[in-house]
């Protein structure tokens, strides 16, 4: 698995001609639609936009495909269009001759893996791997492992989604999910992580034992990193109508500028009928739960 800016730097490249071989088309509109998934920073900050751009990054395709009536085709999904990337390039591959010197360009870094109650984590534009001397073979090969890898974090992510095994069955168990989003920042592409939480609290529980509509309160966690703002990770939290929202800028001037800015950021909330509790800005990262921290030392990421 492999964070998905990795994939959409090279797809760059190969659509805007930078290297010596170009995919055939049917690669090419494969390639075309998997970048039309990334979101600009406007889409993201309107509510239909955002929502739009969480139902359509990938997890959430096998629940989509089990509630689509017959004959109704799928609506646009980031893991189904990487599906078909796959098939594309597989088909391509088949026509080219076989090339045992190609090898595929090490990642710099290794993104580490999603994991259940962690704290998301922003990704920042990754660079093109595929050099402008690079042949249809090497083209083909990179295309298909790189995507390959971001169809495998997809599964992570869907895992990190899963409840607790002693949760499973339980009518009130916690509900999670973890998603990323492209986001367009320039012609690079970085990742917003998301983590959506909904907790039950004792009077919710009571209520559903009568029957009752469910409630709850929700948490929503994104986390960003890209130029020149940096790391920034978000926590949203709604009860009752009313809203508590916590920024965190990891570099201090970042954190100083949103602080200066603090009253213009309320105004905006409150235009888009929320009720704001409280705004709080803070220099650094949240902490880390510790249950997540226990997950870390059990899981064991290789990378060859």
Do not use: C, Y
């Given at each position: 698995?492999?964070?998905?800016?990795?994939?959409?730097a090279?797809?760059?490249?190969?659509a805007?001609?930078?290297?010596a071989?170009?995919?055939?088309?049917?690669?090419?509109?494969?390639?075309?639609?998997?970048?039309?998934?990334?979101?600009?920073?406007?889409e993201?900050?309107?509510?239909?936009?955002?929502?739009?751009?969480l139902?359509?990054?990938?997890p959430?395709?096998?629940?989509?495909?089990?509630?689509?009536?017959?004959?109704?085709?799928?609506?646009?999904?980031?893991?189904?269009?990487?599906q078909r990337?796959?098939?594309?390039?597989?088909?391509w591959?088949?026509?080219?001759?076989?090339?045992?010197?190609?090898?595929?360009?090490?990642?710099?870094?290794?993104?580490?893996?999603p994991?259940r109650?962690?704290?998301p984590?922003g990704?920042?534009?990754?660079?093109?791997?595929?050099?402008?001397?690079?042949?249809?073979?090497?083209?083909?090969?990179?295309?298909?492992?790189r995507?390959?890898?971001?169809?495998?974090?997809i599964?992570?992510?869907?895992a990190?989604s899963?409840p607790?095994?002693?949760?499973l069955?339980?009518?009130?168990?916690?509900?999670?999910?973890?998603?990323?989003?492209p986001?367009?920042?320039?012609?690079?592409?970085?990742?917003?992580?998301?983590?959506?939480?909904?907790?039950?609290?004792?009077?919710?529980?009571?209520d559903?034992?009568?029957?009752?509509?469910?409630?709850?309160?929700w948490?929503?966690?994104?986390?960003?990193e890209a130029?020149?703002?940096?790391?920034i990770?978000?926590?949203?939290r709604?009860?009752?109508?009313?809203?508590g929202?916590?920024?965190?800028?990891?570099r201090d001037a970042?954190?100083?500028a949103?602080?200066?800015?603090?009253?213009?950021?309320?105004e905006?909330?409150?235009?888009?009928?929320?009720?704001?509790?409280?705004?709080?800005?803070?220099?650094?990262?949240?902490p880390?739960?510790r249950?997540?921290e226990?997950?870390?030392?059990?899981r064991?990421?290789?990378?060859?």
């Amino acid at each position: 698995q492999e964070s998905l800016t990795t994939l959409f730097a090279d797809l760059t490249a190969v659509a805007q001609g930078r290297t010596a071989s170009s995919p055939p088309p049917a690669v090419l509109q494969a390639m075309a639609a998997i970048l039309g998934f990334r979101a600009p920073p406007e889409e993201l900050a309107r509510p239909d936009g955002l929502a739009t751009a969480l139902r359509n990054s990938g997890p959430l395709l096998e629940a989509r495909l089990a509630a689509l009536p017959p004959g109704v085709p799928l609506p646009p999904d980031l893991k189904a269009a990487l599906q078909r990337l796959q098939s594309a390039l597989a088909g391509w591959t088949a026509t080219l001759p076989a090339d045992p010197e190609v090898t595929v360009p090490k990642v710099e870094g290794h993104e580490r893996p999603p994991l259940r109650g962690a704290l998301p984590h922003g990704q920042p534009p990754a660079s093109a791997s595929l050099p402008a001397s690079a042949t249809s073979a090497e083209v083909a090969r990179v295309l298909t492992e790189r995507t390959e890898a971001a169809l495998a974090r997809i599964t992570l992510l869907q895992a990190a989604s899963l409840p607790e095994a002693r949760d499973l069955g339980r009518p009130d168990a916690p509900l999670q999910a973890t998603l990323e989003v492209p986001l367009r920042v320039g012609v690079e592409t970085a990742i917003v992580q998301f983590q959506i939480q909904r907790e039950q609290d004792h009077e919710e529980r009571q209520d559903r034992k009568a029957g009752g509509r469910a409630g709850g309160d929700w948490t929503m966690r994104f986390s960003l990193e890209a130029e020149p703002l940096g790391p920034i990770h978000a926590a949203v939290r709604w009860h009752d109508g009313r809203i508590g929202i916590q920024l965190w800028a990891e570099r201090d001037a970042v954190a100083a500028a949103l602080e200066a800015q603090r009253d213009g950021l309320s105004e905006a909330l409150e235009a888009s009928a929320f009720t704001i509790d409280r705004l709080t800005i803070a220099s650094g990262r949240p902490p880390e739960p510790r249950e997540a921290e226990r997950a870390t030392a059990r899981r064991l990421d290789l990378s060859s």
